[in-house]
C-alpha cells in the first residue's frame, strides 16, 4: 500500500494499528511486508508489545496515548472487535481531533458497514475503508480450498451478503 507524498502530510509509511489480536496479526504482518511502519496500540500493553516484537521495526503506542499521536500516521486501521454491532462499546468513537486531514480511516468490522469510527472518519471528510471486502476476499480462499471455485467478489456478491446480516 503505497500513498502519495503530499506536502505537509504525515509520513506515507506509517500506519497506526488497533488491536494486537489474530486480525492484528495478519494486517500487521502484511502492512510490514509492504514496507510501512506499523504501530501498534492495544488495551492490554503486554500483547501490543508481543505483536511488535514478532514484527520489524514495529513500535508500540500507549493505548491512552494514540488519539494525540494521530497526526504522525497517514493509516489508521481498526482491527478490534470496538463498535462492532452486538460487541463490546458498539459506541466506539475516538477523538480524530489530532488526525491529519490526509488520514485514511481503515475498520474491519463490517457489521454495521459504517462504524462509528468510520462515521466520525467521513464526518470530518477523511477517506474510509470499511470490513466487508476484507471479510470476503478472505473467505475467498476457503472456498477455492472446498469447491475448487475462484468466487468473484463484486456488488452483487457484496450485496447478497449483507441482506444475510440484516435478515
Known amino acids: 500500500m503505497e500513498l502519495p507524498d503530499d506536502s505537509g502530510a504525515p509520513d506515507t509509511q506509517r500506519v497506526l494499528l488497533l488491536g494486537a489480536g489474530g486480525a492484528a496479526r495478519s494486517v500487521a504482518v502484511s502492512l510490514a511486508a509492504a514496507g510501512m511502519q506499523v504501530c501498534i496500540t492495544n488495551r492490554t500493553r503486554a500483547r501490543a508489545d508481543e505483536l511488535a516484537a514478532s514484527l520489524p521495526s514495529a513500535s508500540v503506542c500507549p493505548w491512552d ?8 500516521y497517514a493509516v489508521l486501521v481498526n482491527t478490534t472487535s470496538l463498535g462492532m454491532e452486538g460487541g463490546p462499546e458498539p459506541g ?7 488526525a491529519s ?7 474491519i468490522v463490517y457489521v454495521p458497514q459504517v462504524t462509528p469510527l468510520l462515521a466520525e ?7 474510509t475503508v470499511g ?7 478472505q473467505a475467498r480462499f476457503g472456498f477455492h480450498a472446498w469447491f475448487g471455485v475462484e468466487p468473484q ?15
Open 92 to 98: 466506539f468513537c475516538p477523538v480524530l481531533d489530532q
Open 131 to 137: 470490513g466487508l471486502g476484507m471479510l470476503l476476499h
Open 101 to 107: 486531514t490526509k488520514l485514511v480511516v481503515a475498520d
Open 153 to 167: 467478489v463484486d456488488a452483487q456478491t457484496e450485496a447478497y451478503v449483507m441482506a444475510g446480516f440484516s435478515g
Open 121 to 127: 472518519a467521513q464526518r470530518r471528510g477523511l477517506r
Open 65 to 72: 496515548e494514540w488519539e494525540a499521536t494521530l497526526g504522525d
